[in-house]
């Protein structure tokens, strides 16, 4: 071997600057290969889960007037479905209904009372010595006969329930009842203390007519008469129709006074009618029934 030649064991510095750009190129490769790789994969995945996903409800417009698709949400951005089904309407968040329209409540019908079915009862009672019709006719009051035949008294600002009707016969005024009557309330005498005055008819089939309204409330009316040697009938009835209730007094010798006690009820624009006549007469110049008050509470 020739002294003068140099053998060299190893790389030189060119040769170490190549290897180290070699091993750089291969490990960006390795990065390439292995991002396109990451991408395949991605892609595989999105394509297997994108037929079968659901869409995002942002990404949900429903068109005005179509109907909800099976399976999807009731609501997206910015539109809202209402109660029927396929309406829309802009402007509600994602699944908000639009609230049904408030119904005002039903009105309670209030139950209407049926008026209640006429009534009619007739009693009869003793009369008291005295009679203060102020305090018995609380609202209706009337008297007959102070002064003169046609002379009739009655409570002043009272209901004018009780209507004088007249009657057949010619009418007279007597003083000399066995009861005596007062008030203090009365119009046009405004007060009297006690009298025993009255009015009379004689002759079978004369007698009174009177009329009492009704108001639907239950009323009660004490009529005041009497019969001098005769027998008297009292019919009274309602003006709804019905039985008329009879009740007759008879004195043959004398004066026979009574009070008769009507209850009755009938509604409003409705009468109670009462006829007291002679039915019977026991003195052939003048057997009478004689009328003194009446009065309504």
Not at 258 to 269: D, H, K, L, N, S
């Amino acid at each position: 071997m020739n002294d003068q030649e140099t053998w060299r064991i190893g790389p030189g510095p060119t040769t170490r600057i190549a290897q180290r750009r070699e091993a750089r190129r291969r490990q960006r490769r390795r990065w390439a290969i292995e991002a396109v790789a990451g991408l395949a994969c991605l892609a595989v995945l999105v394509t297997y889960l994108g037929p079968d996903s659901d869409p995002p409800e942002s990404d949900l417009v429903l068109p005005a007037g179509a109907p909800t698709p099976a399976g999807y949400p009731t609501g997206a951005a910015g539109v809202g479905v209402s109660a029927e089904a396929g309406i829309v309407t802009p402007g509600l968040q994602p699944r908000e209904r639009t609230p049904p329209p408030s119904e005002p409540p039903t009105p309670t019908a209030t139950p209407v009372a049926s008026p209640a079915a006429p009534t009619l009862s007739v009693s009869r009672a003793d009369v008291p010595a005295e009679v203060d019709l102020t305090a018995l006719g609380t609202r209706d009051w009337v008297h007959w006969g102070l002064n003169r035949p046609e002379t009739l008294v009655r409570r002043g600002g009272g209901s004018d329930e009780i209507r004088d009707e007249g009657g057949r016969g010619a009418r007279d005024r007597y003083d000399t009842n066995p009861e005596l009557f007062g008030w203090r309330d009365g119009a046009p005498v405004p007060a009297v203390s006690a009298t025993g005055t009255g009015v009379f008819v004689c002759g079978v089939g004369n007698g009174f007519a009177l009329a009492v309204a009704g108001d639907g409330e239950p009323r009660t009316v004490h009529l005041f008469a009497g019969v001098w040697m005769a027998q008297g009938r009292l019919d009274a009835r309602l003006s709804t129709g019905g039985a008329t209730r009879t009740l007759r007094l008879e004195d043959p010798h004398t004066t026979h006074t009574a009070q008769f006690v009507i209850r009755y009820q009938v509604p409003r624009g409705e009468k109670l009618l009462i006829r007291w006549t002679v039915e019977k007469t026991f003195n052939s110049s003048c057997g009478n029934v004689n009328l003194q008050a009446a009065a309504v509470r």
